[in-house]
């Protein structure tokens, strides 16, 4: 068995050429609108029309609340579109139980809008950016999670 | 300032629709649409996710580095935004629960929302707490 094997038992090139198409839009985003593609954003902006507390009324929520809502949209419409083209239009499934789902997705939505950035916007666009601060968010969620998920392997 | 910035034309619209679009299909292609995909890297059973993460951050790259060099600004008016990142405790504090949920879940934010996209229906509960999870945060924050 090589190295490449061994590190990636599942081939490779659809990893890259995948990274590559996030990539293509996120730069599709800035080179025609000039903004900055992160993903969980969206996840205080559109509370704005519900919640008029202070913290939602934010400008930078304000502003963008349209165009995220949008991109997010942009997600969906890829996702199906790959589903439909390359999937067989079945609709996909994962036996990760219903509990981790729920509880974890409700961390990563806390602690992303806490941190200002998820895997997108502190491991793509921040790192594409050269920020450290964002660097040191991503050695720091990618550290919790390896332990986690390592500890619920154990477990 | 930021206002004229943020403008959504029509142009614009369909752009971040694109953009969206080649974002959920590029996660979909990288598998990172499956939560055992992305706890198998966790797992240290495959690197792929760090091909994924470097592809685009390497084309992120020569976007934000480049772009603001090569044109006055966007092609459909505005400026070039920047974001900048703070390190301070709640950007150390919210990525370490983030990287708890990640790690329960398999899921962040971009592979929820393209669940709506690929039928996965059991993924809808990962979306539904990432979904509370943004309110929680903004009903006890203190700005």
């Not at chain 1, 094997?5 to 995948?18: E, N, V």
């Not at chain 2, 649409?33 to 993460?53: A, K, S, Y």
């Not at chain 2, 669940?115 to 903004?138: E, F, K, P, Q, Y």
């Amino acid at each position: 068995m090589t190295l490449i094997d061994t590190l990636f038992p599942l081939g490779w090139q659809h990893y890259l050429l995948g990274g590559l198409t996030i990539g293509a839009g996120v730069a599709l985003l800035y080179l025609f609108n000039g903004w900055v593609g992160g993903m969980s954003t969206v996840f205080s902006s559109s509370w704005s029309w519900v919640f008029h507390r202070p913290f939602f009324q934010q400008e930078r929520f304000l502003n963008s609340r349209h165009w995220r809502l949008v991109y997010a949209a942009g997600v969906v419409l890829g996702a199906l579109v790959w589903r439909f083209a390359m999937a067989g239009g079945e609709p996909q499934h994962t036996n990760v139980p219903v509990w981790q789902l729920l509880v974890g997705g409700f961390l990563a939505g806390y602690g992303a809008r806490l941190g200002n950035g998820c895997t997108s916007g502190h491991g793509i666009c921040g790192l594409g950016s050269l920020q450290l601060p964002s660097l040191g968010a991503v050695l720091t969620f990618m550290g919790t999670a390896f332990l986690t998920a390592n500890l619920m392997r154990l477990a | 300032m930021s206002m004229s910035a943020h403008t959504l034309s029509l142009p614009k619209a369909l752009v971040t629709l694109l953009a969206g679009a080649l974002f959920g299909f590029g996660l979909s292609v990288a598998t990172m649409i499956q939560p055992e995909v992305v706890l198998g890297f966790l797992r240290f059973q495959d690197w792929g996710l760090m091909l994924v993460m470097g592809g685009a951050a390497g084309l992120a790259l020569v976007a934000y580095k480049g772009f603001p060099r090569w044109f006055v600004r966007p092609l459909l008016g505005g400026q070039f935004l920047t974001q900048p990142a703070q390190w301070n405790r709640q950007t150390l504090v919210g990525s370490a629960i983030f990287g708890i949920g990640w790690g329960l879940s398999g899921v962040c934010p971009g592979p929820a929302i393209a669940a709506l996209g690929t039928g996965n229906t059991d993924i809808l509960w990962a979306l539904a707490g990432i979904v509370l999870g943004g309110l929680v945060h903004g009903l006890a924050a203190r700005e």
